[in-house]
């Protein structure tokens, strides 16, 4: 679990984050949802350690770390698996040279075993027969599952993915969802996504956190998101004519069921 408590953070006078509180719960895919420019890319700065906060604090399954010395951060940071908005694979190396990086970088394992483990991550992904190439030869939805391969190499306690969406078509997106949620549950991790894809929200939003202009407005889940009454959150939620249709037919249905 990753908790913040009354998290403040601004920047030259302004205040970027205003007094956030939430609970990142394990085992669940938490999504922090909101406009651009809403705060959400800094709080999981924050999160995270590469931002330090003004005031609050930020917990991970109880240990502090604003009060972690050096050695204790890097070790956290052991814990953590990271999927960057762009992939950020190495053009350089293969997609099996880009699972093994964190390995040879924290792993006493010896290169055998990191390679078995790297391949174990890529077969997880459904890449296997993807080792040898270079992010070059392989489609953005591949890389972003190679991605994922590198971010769950260290067995992580908590996986942190921005925007793990973006430049990705419908289908592929579903995809790389439901691996995301699929290997939350099977790996226990804390897994906290920092998105505005609304798909992504109704398919694999178990614990939801929407941020407004740098406030927490609402926190729920998928389920509750479509008759939340916070109009901040309706107004975010159904900006698509899609998302209003569903909203009609949820209400129809909470009415019929009151009825009977």
Known sequence: MVEVKDLTK??????VLNDVSAV???GKTNLIIGRSGSGKTVLIKNIIGL???DSGNIFYDGRDLLKMNKHELNMLRREMGMLFQGSALFDSMTVLENVMFPLDMFSSDT???RKKRARFCLDRVNLSEAGNLYPSEISGGMMK???IARAIALNPQYLFCDEPNSGLDPKTSLVIDDLI???????????VINTHDMNSVMNIG??????????KEWQGTKEEVITSNNQALNDFIFASDLFRKVR?????EQEAEKKK
Do not use: C, M, W
Request: no cysteine; charged share 30%.
């Open 145 to 147: 599952r190679a991605a």
């Open 181 to 191: 949620h699929d290997i939350t549950h099977e790996y226990n991790i804390t897994t």
């Open 51 to 53: 931002i330090r906060p």
């Open 24 to 26: 990142f719960e394990t």
């Open 10 to 15: 601004s920047f030259e006078g302004r205040t």
């Open 111 to 113: 290169v055998k075993d």
């Open 206 to 215: 178990e614990n939801i956190i929407f941020i407004k202009e740098g406030i």
């Open 248 to 252: 009609k037919v949820e209400l129809h």
